[in-house]
């Protein structure tokens, strides 16, 4: 089966710290994908990684960065963490144009 | 742009009664369309998906889904719903344009009732 995981399942930061979430997967996936999920706002994409060292921007890139030194393992990165990105992180990993497995989220508080 | 659009909000159902999810999308090229499914306090994990071939599509925990080209559906079923299925639905559209991206719908919030 293939397994996705988040560094963390909660965290709790203050406004203006640098938070790095981690993801990674065992089965090998070129593609890797950060998401921020909020009520009523369904899943939006942040960042996508199709390859090492390789990324595209989402729909909302505001405030992020990430970074993908390996194939397996992909980061977000708040640069300087504000209230407004409180929210629940989830880490995705596919192959070519199939199914998304998702990690198990990790919740983000900023206070 | 693709988009995907789930009218119901909020969808309340009796144990043991019929379920049917809906599911538009727009997509301007051959969609690859997915149902994921997400428990409280969990990632999604995928129901079903169509590619090609036969429109009806079976998926795990007894759930079917139907890809009606004409009307850019692709509307899940369940013909008994158990209260385990409480989750929150999610319709996702992707494709060879997308590159490997899915768009997903604002999702569905499953609650059964006894």
């Known amino acids: 089966d293939v397994k996705v995981t988040q560094s963390s399942r909660y965290l709790v930061k203050r406004t203006g710290e640098k938070v790095f979430l981690e993801c990674v997967q065992d089965m090998d996936h070129e593609n890797m994908f950060w998401y921020r999920q909020d009520p009523g706002l369904g899943l939006r994409l942040i960042y996508f990684?199709?390859?090492?060292?390789?990324?595209e921007k989402g729909d909302i890139p505001e405030g992020y960065s990430v970074s993908r030194e390996k194939k397996e393992r992909f980061s977000l990165i708040l640069e300087s963490a504000s209230t407004n990105q409180t929210s629940m992180y989830l880490c995705a990993s596919s192959l070519g144009l199939d199914t998304q497995y998702f990690g198990p989220g990790t919740r983000l508080t900023v206070l | 742009a693709q988009s995907v659009t789930q009218p119901d909000i909020h969808i309340t159902v009796s144990e043991g009664a019929s379920l049917e999810l809906r599911c538009n999308y727009s997509?301007?090229?051959?969609?690859?369309l997915f149902w994921y499914v997400q428990s409280p306090g969990q990632g999604l994990q995928l129901l079903l998906k169509y590619f090609s071939g036969d429109t009806l599509v079976q998926g795990i925990k007894g759930f079917e889904a139907e890809f009606k080209r004409s009307q850019s559906s692709f509307n899940l079923r369940k013909p008994s719903v158990h209260w385990s299925d409480a989750a929150e639905y999610f319709c996702a559209v992707g494709g060879r344009t997308n590159a490997g991206k899915s768009t997903f719908g604002d999702g569905t919030t499953l609650t059964v009732k006894p």
């Open positions: 990684s199709y390859d090492v060292k390789m990324k």
């Open positions: 997509y301007g090229a051959t969609p690859y």
